[in-house]
Structure formats: structure tokens, C-alpha cells
């Protein structure tokens, strides 16, 4: 278990280092963008020279750029994240547009574990069947697909001709909900864009689990299980399984991380009020230090991601430890 | 070498095949292989000659004029795949893409590979402080949200787009955020080469470090450098769609994203967005299906 601590241990410390490379990036940027007032004062006629003052200091503009990033940075480790330009916190914001993001990466991230693995183990064991080409040749092309030209597609046939199901945000903005019910609209609402997110992420899975049990079942030990008289279902799910599946955990995280960075696309497209959804919104406005935030929010639950699977690896696998 | 000096029995010995040439060989039996050459030459086609084929400029409203606006596909053979309501022929609009979207997608694969090699090479070859480092800053690029902080400087630097200049923005910044990928596949392999006797051998005779990296691990390499670069071509061309998608990319150049960004303002008339969705798709498959063909003819253990 010692082994295991120093890992966790020295996992934790590369995210000190990539936290502070993306946090100075940002701040670079939202700092070419423009001094804030700039922005603002698009809105503001006749400012008056206190007014400007007041501005000033509450941006800390008079201050050198360097000292800018330390208060920000300081700011930022207690838990403030700044006024948007169009007015709130954006701390107080920042949960909710979390969790929808989350909510709709999980669903689709159970959803595709749970139908790409079968759909993957099959395929291998059935390898060059008529189900496997299938399967392959799917997998490629939703391997080649944007997330957000499966949504535009799905909101073309399903919400504008076929009128089933909405394509647009994550409840109705009216009631009566679906059959009165607030939860079955939620429901109704997530439909559509986790199924274009798991048809894309299906697509990542199922290739990776038929590359991997084929690669298992070539292994010597498959061989001797087979030898041995073992019932086929035993060497799959038990031997070659398990075996197959290490790798996957690893990239699972990073898959997560992907599509996490990709959510502007896939939220945008079903108008679907989480980080990247905002982040489009916020980044056509200007609107810096929201940017700054969702930015930094995102790095940080992506490395989460990364970080869990790493863990999990490296528990699954006592060898990736010791490396 | 020659069969002159051996007049008893003529040799028949050939040149064995290179390295090239086996890999070729197994490449032409593979299928999906040859589907990907296929396609990827027909879209390299359409990136040279497809402004030419095309029957209006890019970004023309023919339509706007004529008052052939909003036609639907198949209809008026002038307009085969149809217009949209601002007048523009999404037939000649996606021959007009084309060329932008290649070489957004060439370009940004070419700035990576330059900066992916030479970081991958020299973290994998030299050791101690300066290889942790390189190792490290790929790592950090790597966990990096790029299509979020590509967005941002899409945006910042707008006023770059207002020159004329948005393709190329995108190319650069889509070539310095997408390297960390090829310099991991590039260091894992010359680690592997470093203790080869080959490398070692080669040590042994005294020559230098440039040498042997630049004429010995380097061209063992190569394959999966391709590979990865072709992937890498399909990546780009994905991530250049989405920037035009969300209407960061340049309003008056013709992209595949931007045309699917007019048609999902329009979802009502379904052939704006969908036949440029269709040549992003195809076009996307034929680099993914070329860089596994060639992936396989490269390292023939995988298949079986």
C-alpha cells in the first residue's frame, strides 16, 4: 500500500503544476482581451472621472499586471470568482452550470460503458463475423462525427419534424410539464443530448474493449485456460475480461476530459445550460471573468476526471505503480 | 553482388523489400484501407481543383438576386443540393470549403508535428532535469481543455479575423495546442530505440548525439509518426468545424462549419446543415480509416 500512497501522492502534485500553467494562460488572455471598463463602458454613457476611479480600483487596474494575477489568484483559492461584466457572482453561478454539465456527461458516460462493452466483447469474440463489420464500421463513423452535427441531426428528426421530444434546454420554461411532472420533463429534456453524446463516446469505447479483448485472447494464458478444458463464458469473462477492461479505466478519464472540453459544441447545439454552454455565451460578450472561471472550472473537473482514473488504474494494476 | 562472378550457379538472390515496400504490400490487401486513400485523395482533389469545379464563388448569394433563395435539394439542377435563404449554392459553398478546411487541417498537423517531434525526440533521448521538464510541460499542454482556450483566442484576436487572417489564426493556435500527443508516441518510441545495439553500436564509433538521432532513430520512427499525423489531419479538421460551428471562425470565408452553423439557424430547411455535415463526415472517416490501414500495414502484429 506504500507503493500505492507515494503514487496518489505524486499524482497529486502534477496538478499544482497544471493548475498554475492554465490559470496564468487565462489570465493572459482575458488580460489581451481588454481592460474590463473598456467593455463595460459600451453600457455606460457620461462616465464621471469618480466613477472611472471607482472602476478602476474595483478592477485593480492601477496596479501592475503581475500584482493583478496574485489578487486574482487569491480571489480565486477563496472560492471568488469575480463579478460578471452583465452583473452576479459568478461563484454563486458556477454550481449549478457544474452540475448540468455533470449530469449530462454522467448519464451518457453510464450509458455508453453500459451498451459499448457488451457491444465491443462480442465483437471480438466474434471477429470478422457480419456483426463485427458492422459494429466496426459504426463505431468508425460515429468515431468521425461531431457530437454537435448527431445533435443538430437528432433536433431535425425528433424535435422540429417528428415533434417528440424538445431540443432545447434542460426543462420547459412553461407548465404544464411533461404529464405534469417536473422529473419526466427533465427526462424528456436530457433525451436527446446524451443520446448524441453516447452515440460519439459508443463509438471511442467499443473500438477500444474489441481492440483490447482481441489482444487478450492471444495472450499464452487464454491458450492455457483453453487447454485445460475451461468452459468458454469462463475464459471470457473471467480470464480475458478482466484484463481487457485495465486499459479501458484509463481511458475513460480522459475520454470524460474530451468531451468536457468539447462541451461548447455539444451544449451549444441543445442550447443546454452548463459550463460550455456559458462559456460560448460569455466568451462572445466579453464577459472576462466568467471566462476566466468556467476555463478554470473546467481544467479543474477534467483533472479530476484524469486523476480518478489514474487512481483507479494504478489500483487495478500494481504495476503502474512502481513505474 | 552481381551474378557474373558465380558462373556455376546464377544466384537469384533480390533485393530484399524495404520497409516500404512490405508495408505497401500489406496495405493494398486491406480494404478499408484502400477506401481511405480513396477518399482522402478525392477531398485532396476537391482541396485543389474544387474552387474551380465549384459554379459560383465562395460566399456568392447568387440567389439573393435571382430569387432562387431556400431552394430545397434535388429540385433545380442549377442548385443541386439546394440554397439557403440568404441566396448562398450549398453545392458550390462546400467545393469553396474545402480547400480552407484541409488546410487548416494540413497546417495545424504540420505545426504539431514540428513541435511534437522535436519536444518527443529530445525528452525521450536526453535524461535527467531538461527530459522531465519537456516531459512535464507536454503532460500540462496535454490535460489542457484546447478547444476551450482555442475559443478564447479565436476570440480575443478577432480583430486578426477582420484581415482575413481567421484561417490561419485557427491553424496556429489549433498546431500549438495539439502537439502533446505526437511528442508522447515520438519519446515512448525513442526511449525504446535509445538502448537498441544498433544505437548503441553506433555510440560505440563515437558519433554524435545529432547524428544518431537525426540519421538513426529518427527514420525508424517514421511510421508511427504517419500514422499519428494522420489521425492527428482528422482531429484538426473535427476541431476546425466546431470553431466555425459556434460562430468563433471568419463570417466571410467559406468553412464546412460555418455552413452548418447557417443551416442550424435554419433547422427547417435540413440540407444546409446536412451535406456539409455529410463532407465533414466523410472527409473525417477517410484520414481515420487511412491512419488505421496505415497503422495496420505498419505494425502487422496488431492485426491477425
Keep these: ?70 489578487i486574482w489568484l487569491n480571489d480565486f483559492l477563496h472560492g471568488n470568482l469575480g463579478q460578471s461584466l452583465y452583473g452576479g457572482s459568478v461563484s454563486a453561478q458556477m454550481l449549478p452550470w457544474v452540475s448540468t454539465t455533470l449530469e449530462l456527461q454522467l448519464v451518457s458516460l453510464a450509458l455508453s460503458l453500459g451498451i459499448g462493452i457488451p457491444i465491443g466483447l462480442y465483437s471480438a469474440k466474434h471477429q470478422y463475423s457480419k456483426t463485427d463489420v458492422a459494429v466496426t464500421t459504426a463505431s468508425i463513423f460515429g468515431y468521425s ?75 499464452d494464458y487464454i491458450l492455457a485456460a483453453r487447454a485445460s478444458g475451461l468452459r468458454e463464458w469462463s475464459i471470457t469473462y473471467k480470464h480475458a475480461l478482466k484484463n481487457a477492461i485495465t486499459p479501458v479505466v484509463t481511458v475513460v478519464g480522459l475520454t470524460v476530459a474530451s468531451f468536457l472540453a468539447g462541451a461548447p459544441a455539444t451544449e451549444t447545439t441543445f442550447g443546454w445550460p452548463g459550463l460550455g454552454f456559458r462559456f460560448v455565451t460569455a466568451a462572445l460578450n466579453l464577459d472576462l471573468p466568467v471566462v476566466q472561471g468556467i476555463t ?28 | 553482388m552481381s ?28 480494404k478499408a484501407a484502400l477506401a481511405g486513400l480513396v477518399i482522402v485523395g478525392f477531398f485532396a482533389f476537391l482541396g485543389v481543383f474544387g474552387s474551380t469545379i465549384a459554379p459560383y464563388p465562395a460566399r456568392d448569394p447568387v440567389c ?109 493556435i489549433l498546431g500549438l495546442f495539439g502537439w502533446p500527443g505526437i511528442a508522447f508516441v515520438v519519446r515512448g518510441e525513442v526511449i525504446r530505440l535509445r538502448e537498441l545495439e544498433f544505437v548503441q553500436a553506433e555510440r560505440a564509433i563515437g558519433a554524435s548525439n545529432t547524428r544518431i538521432l537525426y540519421r538513426h532513430i529518427v527514420p525508424n520512427i517514421l511510421s508511427p ?16 468545424v466546431a470553431i466555425s460551428f459556434l460562430g468563433f471562425g471568419d463570417p ?36 481515420n480509416i487511412l491512419g488505421d490501414g496505415l497503422s495496420d500495414a505498419f505494425n502487422p502484429r496488431l492485426r491477425e
Excluded at chain 1, 425528433?158 to 405534469?180: E, K, Q, R, T
Excluded at chain 2, 433545380?76 to 462546400?94: F, M, R, V
Aim: proline share 5%; glycine share 6%.
Design chain 1, 145 to 219: 462525427t461531431p457530437v454537435f452535427l448527431i445533435g443538430i441531426f437528432l433536433i431535425i428528426v425528433f424535435s422540429i419534424d417528428l415533434h417528440w421530444l424538445p431540443g432545447n434546454g434542460a426543462v420547459s420554461p412553461y407548465a404544464p410539464y411533461w404529464w405534469g411532472s417536473v422529473f419526466a420533463d427533465q427526462v424528456a429534456h436530457i433525451i436527446l443530448p446524451a443520446t448524441a453524446l453516447t452515440l460519439v463516446s459508443i463509438a471511442v469505447y467499443v473500438r477500444l474493449i474489441r481492440a483490447n479483448v482481441l489482444e487478450v485472447l492471444r495472450q
Design chain 2, 64 to 172: 439573393f438576386y435571382t430569387g432562387c433563395t431556400s431552394l430545397g435539394p434535388f429540385v433545380n439542377w442549377s442548385h443541386p443540393l439546394g440554397t439557403e435563404p440568404a441566396g448562398y449554392d450549398i453545392y458550390s459553398e462546400i467545393l469553396q470549403s474545402a480547400k480552407n478546411d484541409l488546410y487548416v487541417g494540413l497546417g495545424a498537423t504540420l505545426i504539431s508535428l514540428g513541435i511534437g517531434v522535436s519536444v518527443g525526440a529530445l525528452a525521450g533521448y536526453r535524461k535527467g532535469t531538461s527530459a522531465a521538464l519537456l516531459l512535464g510541460i507536454s503532460q500540462i499542454f496535454f490535460v489542457l481543455p484546447a478547444l476551450v482556450i482555442i475559443l478564447l483566442f479565436a476570440r480575443i484576436f478577432v480583430t486578426l479575423v477582420a484581415v482575413g487572417l481567421g484561417l490561419t489564426l485557427i491553424m496556429l
Design chain 1, 296 to 323: 478554470m472550472v473546467i481544467t479543474i473537473v477534467a483533472l479530476v476526471f484524469i486523476l480518478v482514473t489514474d487512481l483507479a488504474y494504478a489500483f487495478l494494476d500494481p504495476r503502474v505503480r512502481l513505474s
Design chain 2, 252 to 287: 466571410n470565408t467559406a468553412t464546412w462549419g460555418l455552413l452548418i452553423q447557417e443551416g442550424f439557424q435554419y433547422p427547417n430547411y435540413w440540407w444546409i446543415a446536412v451535406f456539409p455535415g455529410l463532407a465533414v463526415v466523410f472527409s473525417v472517416l477517410g484520414f
Design chain 2, 225 to 240: 509518426i504517419i500514422v499519428f499525423a494522420t489521425l492527428t489531419i482528422a482531429a484538426n479538421i473535427l476541431t476546425e
Design chain 2, 3 to 30: 551474378g557474373q562472378q558465380a558462373p556455376v550457379k546464377p544466384p537469384t538472390r533480390r533485393r530484399s523489400a524495404s520497409q516500404w515496400a512490405v508495408a505497401w504490400r500489406r496495405f493494398r490487401r486491406n
Design chain 1, 1 to 70: 500500500m506504500a507503493g500505492l500512497l507515494s503514487y496518489v501522492i505524486r499524482r497529486l502534485l502534477f496538478v499544482i503544476p497544471v493548475f498554475i500553467a492554465v490559470s496564468i494562460l487565462t489570465f493572459i488572455i482575458a488580460n489581451a482581451a481588454g481592460s474590463p471598463i473598456d467593455i463595460i463602458r459600451h453600457a455606460i454613457q457620461r462616465i464621471t472621472p469618480s466613477q472611472l476611479a471607482a472602476l478602476q480600483s474595483f478592477y485593480h487596474l492601477n496596479q501592475p499586471i503581475t500584482v493583478r494575477y496574485f
